[in-house]
């Protein structure tokens, strides 16, 4: 059925109608599409200019180094013009003596460390050879020692054999001894004296010896005129000079002179090696030192004393025993190994100043008698 002709008029205007609302649909699109578009774009571009804190303190910081490296070139950077050649120079020699001054103590230094080496080589050197011989000793004195226990120990199973095969032995006889009885001697009585040393006797008489000292001692003083100020008095060096080069000598003994405390002329009495009474002679009585020694002390005038050393008390115990016999007081005084009797001179000879009186003081009190027999 055919249209009516105003409905082909009406339906002109719906294709513009469409074709306008087309239009403006795909505009919208155009539109949604382009607004979905830039905000990506701004999304993306506010993204990448983000600027973290840690980057802008080192741009900050490489900032810095620029300009301060600027400022540097600039101080570097000056002008020909105002040069200072001749300051510069002055600078340029100090500076090289300076350089100069450190290579000589680098040198110096370098020089003191290798001595220091070379001395401690040479210490850990000898160190080493005294190790050495203290291990070559050691092991010597360790060999002699094996040897010497081994030895020993032979010796003492010997000892042990004869032991056993030996016999009871019966005990000797038991000997007589007195207790000793220290007290003074007899009033008047003077003493004898003996040193017994290298197990010999020698007979002490002094006497001769001390005046012999004395006559001398003042020959030095009026020889060299020691004693020409009172107040002064003898001059200890000097005088010690002279008299201890002097020497003396009898039977028995050599006399050595010395001055004690500076003060007193002393001499001093050393047996002569060899020129003793023997023991065998102290035990036979038809020897000299009994017919002429022993025979003829007088034990009411006199008593025996003997100053005995450690290597002599086999010829003490003999001489001790002839005088028991002959009833003859006597006592002993044990001494040190190296001692020696040291006796004054007479004549009141005293060296240095005189001392001074003292008004105030008391007079000694009388000494007591020692006790020197037993």
Same mark, same amino acid.
């Given at each position: 059925?055919?249209?009516?002709?105003?409905?082909?008029?009406?339906?002109?205007?719906?294709?513009?109608?469409?074709?306008?609302?087309?239009?403006?649909?795909?505009?919208?699109? *155009?539109?949604? *599409?382009?607004?979905?578009?830039?905000?990506?774009?701004?999304?993306?571009?506010?993204?990448?200019?983000?600027?973290?804190?840690?980057?802008?303190?080192?741009?900050?910081?490489?900032?810095?180094?620029?300009?301060?490296?600027?400022?540097?070139?600039?101080?570097?950077?000056?002008?020909?013009?105002?040069?200072?050649?001749?300051?510069?120079?002055?600078?340029?020699? @100090?500076?090289?003596?300076?350089?100069?001054? =450190?290579? $000589?103590?680098?040198?110096?230094?370098?020089?003191?460390?290798?001595?220091?080496?070379?001395?401690?080589?040479?210490?850990? =050197?000898?160190?080493?050879?005294?190790?050495?011989?203290?291990?070559?000793?050691?092991?010597?004195?360790?060999?002699?020692?094996?040897?010497?226990?081994?030895?020993?120990?032979?010796?003492?199973?010997?000892?042990? /054999?004869?032991?056993?095969?030996?016999?009871?032995?019966? /005990?000797?006889? /038991?000997?007589?001894?007195?207790?000793?009885?220290?007290?003074?001697?007899?009033?008047?009585?003077?003493?004898?004296?003996?040193?017994?040393?290298?197990?010999?006797?020698?007979?002490?008489? &002094?006497?001769?010896?001390?005046?012999?000292?004395?006559?001398?001692?003042?020959?030095?003083?009026?020889?060299?005129?020691?004693?020409?100020?009172?107040?002064?008095?003898?001059? &200890?060096?000097?005088?010690?000079? %002279?008299?201890?080069?002097?020497?003396?000598?009898?039977?028995?003994?050599?006399? +050595?002179?010395?001055?004690?405390?500076?003060?007193?002329? $002393?001499?001093?009495?050393?047996?002569?090696?060899?020129?003793?009474? @023997?023991?065998?002679?102290?035990?036979?009585?038809?020897?000299?030192? %009994?017919?002429?020694?022993?025979?003829?002390?007088?034990?009411?005038?006199?008593?025996?004393?003997?100053?005995?050393?450690?290597?002599? %008390?086999?010829?003490?115990?003999?001489?001790?025993?002839?005088?028991? +016999?002959?009833?003859?007081?006597?006592?002993?005084?044990?001494?040190?190994?190296?001692?020696?009797?040291?006796?004054?001179?007479?004549?009141?000879?005293?060296?240095?100043?005189?001392?001074?009186?003292?008004?105030?003081?008391? &007079?000694?009190?009388?000494?007591?008698?020692?006790?020197?027999?037993?």
């Amino acid at each position: 059925m055919r249209r009516q002709k105003d409905n082909d008029d009406d339906g002109g205007l719906d294709s513009l109608l469409d074709t306008m609302t087309n239009v403006v649909g795909i505009l919208v699109l *155009v539109l949604i *599409v382009t607004q979905m578009s830039v905000a990506d774009v701004v999304s993306r571009i506010t993204e990448e200019m983000r600027v973290e804190p840690e980057q802008v303190e080192a741009l900050n910081e490489t900032l810095r180094a620029k300009q301060e490296e600027r400022a540097e070139l600039e101080e570097i950077l000056v002008d020909p013009l105002d040069i200072d050649t001749q300051r510069q120079m002055e600078e340029l020699k @100090k500076k090289k003596e300076l350089l100069e001054r =450190r290579r $000589r103590l680098l040198e110096e230094d370098k020089a003191r460390e290798q001595n220091q080496f070379a001395m401690k080589q040479e210490e850990d =050197r000898k160190k080493a050879e005294e190790n050495e011989k203290k291990i070559a000793e050691s092991k010597k004195n360790r060999d002699e020692l094996s040897k010497t226990i081994t030895e020993m120990t032979a010796r003492q199973a010997e000892l042990e /054999a004869k032991l056993e095969q030996a016999s009871n032995i019966k /005990a000797p006889p /038991a000997v007589e001894i007195t207790i000793p009885d220290p007290r003074p001697a007899p009033p008047n009585s003077k003493p004898l004296l003996f040193v017994c040393a290298e197990n010999e006797l020698f007979p002490l008489d &002094p006497a001769d010896l001390r005046k012999r000292a004395e006559v001398r001692a003042k020959a030095i003083i009026a020889r060299y005129k020691l004693d020409r100020d009172p107040e002064k008095g003898i001059d &200890p060096e000097a005088f010690t000079e %002279h008299y201890q080069k002097m020497k003396d000598r009898n039977d028995y003994f050599e006399a +050595e002179y010395f001055v004690l405390n500076n003060t007193w002329p $002393r001499i001093r009495l050393i047996p002569r090696s060899g020129s003793g009474v @023997k023991e065998q002679e102290v035990t036979n009585p038809r020897s000299r030192f %009994h017919t002429q020694g022993v025979a003829l002390i007088d034990r009411t005038k006199f008593y025996t004393r003997f100053f005995v050393l450690p290597d002599s %008390h086999e010829i003490y115990v003999a001489a001790r025993s002839a005088l028991t +016999e002959a009833q003859i007081l006597s006592g002993w005084e044990p001494q040190p190994e190296d001692w020696n009797y040291v006796t004054s001179i007479p004549g009141g000879i005293r060296l240095g100043p005189p001392p001074k009186p003292n008004p105030n003081a008391k &007079p000694a009190p009388p000494a007591k008698p020692a006790n020197v027999i037993d």
